[in-house]
């Protein structure tokens, strides 16, 4: 049969010129063409619509930023209504009204005590402000030999080196070792006993420690490893008790994924953080934008003469971006008044039961860990096969629902607005896909 009775899907030609031009983050690109890879043009709420014009649910929420859903009008509408005033206009030394309405709001409801936010563009880059923020915090205090920092095992904090060294080994990040600042490290949640392990680690490093970095309740990338509320508050106890700054990295939790508007506040009302770190979801996934979130004390340790020693001397190009606040104000909002956050309990509890009936204890699986609608599969591979996670994926895609795998983790981390039948068939999807790959394996 002549070519034309079998036409190339429009997608192959987009995966040729996209391999010619652009290098994908945390992809091997030699691979990437073979890994069936979706090449998305448009979306229609919860489903992404690749070229060729298949749709898939969005069960990734784009890499755990997208909330709402795309292309959501209200959000449409809050960039188009700041693109009538003014993109973007530098923070460095002058103001923006789109920041400064957006900071006002979200001081109101992050929990941290007199909340001030100075602003960047990726998660990491809020990691290493909090860093920077802690250390020069201690230094401006006359406290220098507070210089080091307490992190959890499996911790991922981001991929710039400064967050590289708060994060845990793995991640591919060992090639990098030398030049990853040394850090105190303490067991992280795949631990039964971590927060009386970290509560000791406080304790006994206090006097050389300027903070401590955690990823609360949930440490998402290293394959949603999940912690017990009262254990956090413990941990948030020794902290205060020892003086130790706490840095909360609420990067992949904040903004609902929970249950609550951030995972923090599980830990109960005494669980103040220093310092908190803040992107993916702030947009409802729209642009870019991160935010560290510190308390009076800490922004106040920085006061001085101007040109002093004192100051900050950090910032980005689009810190502060004008657009991308506009967006985050009014996706803050909509939380609100859509009562997001009542609908994911509701969600993720259905999901949670439909999960115990579907994928709990199917062969193939190992465990299920969720809270709220963050959940990690992780699958049991028989020994000597090979890329369980990827493969599993794979097959999800071709039933139209897109899926990443971290390693042998299937991650599930659906829009906060999916509808419990949405929830149904990604479950029903995902129990198929691993039939399908255990079969495979049958030798
Ligand atoms: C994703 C993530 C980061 C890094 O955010 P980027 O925007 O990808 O730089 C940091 N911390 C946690 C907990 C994350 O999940």
Redesign the pocket.
Known sequence: MSAEHHPVPAGDAWVDRDVAVVWHGFTQMAAYPTNSPVTVERAEGRELIDVDGNRYFDAISSL?VTTLGHRVPELDAAIVDQLGKVAHATLLGNGSRAVIEFAEALAAVVPVDDAHTIFAS????A?EQALKIAFQCWVNRGRPERNRFLALGDA????TVG?LSVGDGGFGTTVFDPLRFAVERTPGYASADWAAKAVAAVAAHADTLAALVI?PLVQ??SGILVAEPEDLALVGRACREHGVLLIC?E??TGFGRTGRLFASEWAGPDFRPDIV?L??GITGGYLPL?ATVVTAPVFESFSGEDLGTATFYHGHSYGGNALACAVALRHLQLLDEWRVLEHVVEVADHMGDRLDTVIVGRPGVAAVRRRGLMVGVELAPPVGAVRWGRRVCAAAVRRGVLLRPLGDVVVLMPPLTSTADELDRVIDVLAACIDEVAAEDVP
Do not use: L, N
């Not at 990726?122 to 880059?125: K, L, N, P, Q, Y």
């Open positions: 755990w990726d998660g990491a880059v990691v991922y904090h981001g991929d967050a990823e998402g990338a990295d990067v992949a770190c992107g993916k991160s």
